[in-house]
């Protein structure tokens, strides 16, 4: 891996401020219909305000109507050097919608994102890569993105050539890879250069069994190099096992945010799961008895 910089004269924060986003959806939308019913499930569906900030690009003549997906509403967060925040939720709460808010993919329509450091956003492997160059290419392309020099360059394209194993492939367009060699190269390149803030969906760890071992170990390192985490997840044990603090999304609103076993623990309980003994043996007498109720 590329060695990492002295953070420490430029401490991390993020913080979020009554953050506010929209998706205004067009009559014949790309978008999956399980998002769609859930959004209306959930009530967040509505119709579009003529005129309004949030109306996004240019109306389609063609369509009929058009909606507005409310799918965060007064986001407040403030994070500092050393807080691992996971975000959980159901299906449509908004956890991706945040993530990629965090990310920059994303323009609120209102309130205000404030980030210091380094970021990195491991959302998808094939994120930002040209299928058309090859993957030495692509490497180098990254490296130029975040302005490494010659020699971080080098060590860059060693770190990520021996991480991804593609042999040959390395100097064949992207194009002609296997699934699997896209997600290595991916992987590789995406976890090579330590940020300050990291931000990780849970899609990001998914792969074959083999590569997870070696992957494990080159991502964990990436979390322990980061002064921040933000990673969204529907596995209560992975949030367990990374996070010291849970932000429960619902609904796009703030439903809980406190240390990881509460917030979890209040998460479990609510949605009908079970507490592991360990937890059940801590949890809240009181709380326990209301969900028992
Ligand atoms: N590209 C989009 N266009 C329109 N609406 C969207 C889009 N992406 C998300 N939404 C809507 O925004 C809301 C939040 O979705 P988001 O994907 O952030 O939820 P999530 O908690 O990550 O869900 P999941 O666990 O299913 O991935 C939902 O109501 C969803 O329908």
């Known amino acids: 891996m590329t060695p990492e910089p002295d953070f420490a004269a430029r401490p991390a924060f993020l913080r979020i401020e009554n953050l506010a986003l929209d998706f205004p959806i067009y009559h014949g939308g790309a978008r999956s219909l399980k998002k769609t019913m859930l959004s209306v499930a959930s009530g967040r569906l509505g119709p579009a305000r003529a005129g309004s900030a949030s109306s996004g690009p240019a109306a389609n003549p063609a369509a009929t109507s058009r909606v507005v997906v409310q799918a965060l509403r007064d986001i407040n967060l403030s994070l500092g050097p050393g807080d691992r925040l996971g975000i959980v939720g159901h299906n449509g709460a908004g956890k991706s919608s945040l993530l990629r808010v965090m990310a920059g993919i994303y323009e609120p329509v209102a309130g205000r994102i404030h980030v210091n450091g380094t970021l990195n956003a491991l959302l998808d492997p094939n ?28 060590q860059l394209e060693q770190d990520v050539e021996d991480f991804a194993a593609l042999g040959a492939f390395l100097d064949m367009p992207v194009r002609t890879y296997s699934a699997g060699m896209v997600v290595r190269l991916g992987f590789g390149m995406a976890t090579a250069i330590a940020p300050q803030v990291l931000l990780m969906d849970e899609w990001f760890m998914a792969g074959d069994s083999t590569f997870q071992g070696k992957a494990r170990a080159r991502l964990e390192s990436v979390v322990r190099g980061a002064e921040i985490l933000v990673l969204t997840s529907h596995s209560i044990p992975v949030v367990r096992q990374w996070c010291t603090r849970v932000l429960w999304l619902e609904g796009g609103r703030m439903r809980a945010d406190g240390p990881a076993d509460e917030v979890l623990d209040q998460y479990t309980l609510a949605t009908g799961g079970k507490l592991p003994p360990e937890r059940l043996a801590a949890a809240d007498p009181e709380l326990l008895a209301k969900l028992a109720g």
Do not use: C, H, K, Q
């Not at 040209?130 to 010659?150: D, F, P, Q």
């Open 127 to 154: 994120l930002g890569m040209n299928m058309e160059l090859t993957g030495r290419e692509n490497i180098v392309l990254r490296g130029r993105y975040s302005a490494l020099g010659s020699v971080a360059m080098r």
